[in-house]
């Protein structure tokens, strides 16, 4: 990961932490995950939103109006627009991305799930999907969430990223390791 990158991480981690704790005490951790989903959908489609939320051009007082005003017409939990609007104040709403994903992960170890990301060269059936499920959740002692994606440069097989654990059984991973043993013989 670049430093950049770890550094928004961070950022984001430091700010889901107070807002989970924060929510968990009011107990309204539901409020919160609906925040994050609608926060979530609206950042996908509104590239207007991308933009007030990483342009330098935009001031901290505009940020912060146009940020409260958002929060308020979506409804947002109130500790969601607080975070938000201290966010707007100290020029750190381009680490929203990072910090939605962050609730979301601790909004799931909270219900004691985890989430697996799985690459495979086709679709993987239901049938195919709730099988891998049980095998994942078998051995991490967690129920397990599939976020699955398509990518037909695999060939075949798949790669399963649970945790810090990644299994890769691609096709592609196999043919790149048999050139580099291929190429230590010649």
């Not at 330098?56 to 109006?65: H, T």
């Not at 992960?105 to 799985?118: P, S």
Request: aromatic share 2%; charged share 25%.
């Amino acid at each position: 990961m670049s430093e950049p990158a770890s550094i928004s991480v961070g950022i984001a981690a430091r700010y889901a932490s107070a807002i989970f704790e924060i929510a968990k005490e009011d107990s309204n951790l539901e409020g919160l995950e609906s925040g994050v989903d609608d926060l979530s959908s609206a950042l996908a489609e509104s590239e207007d939103l991308r933009t007030l939320i990483s342009s330098p051009m935009i001031s901290r007082e505009e940020q912060g109006a146009a940020i409260t005003a958002i929060a308020d017409k979506m409804e947002l939990a109130s500790v969601l627009r607080k975070g938000l609007a201290l966010m707007a104040q100290k020029r750190r709403l381009f680490v929203l991305p990072q910090l939605l994903a962050a609730l979301r992960d601790k909004l799931a170890e909270h219900r004691g799930e985890v989430t697996a990301v799985v690459t495979s060269a086709t679709a993987l059936t239901d049938a195919q999907s709730e099988k891998l499920a049980a095998m994942l959740r078998e051995s991490a002692g967690k129920d397990v969430t599939l976020k699955t994606t398509v990518d037909e440069s695999l060939i075949g097989g798949m790669i399963v990223k649970l945790g810090s654990t990644m299994i890769d059984t691609s096709i592609k991973s196999k043919l790149a390791s048999l050139q580099n043993a291929m190429k230590e013989v010649g």
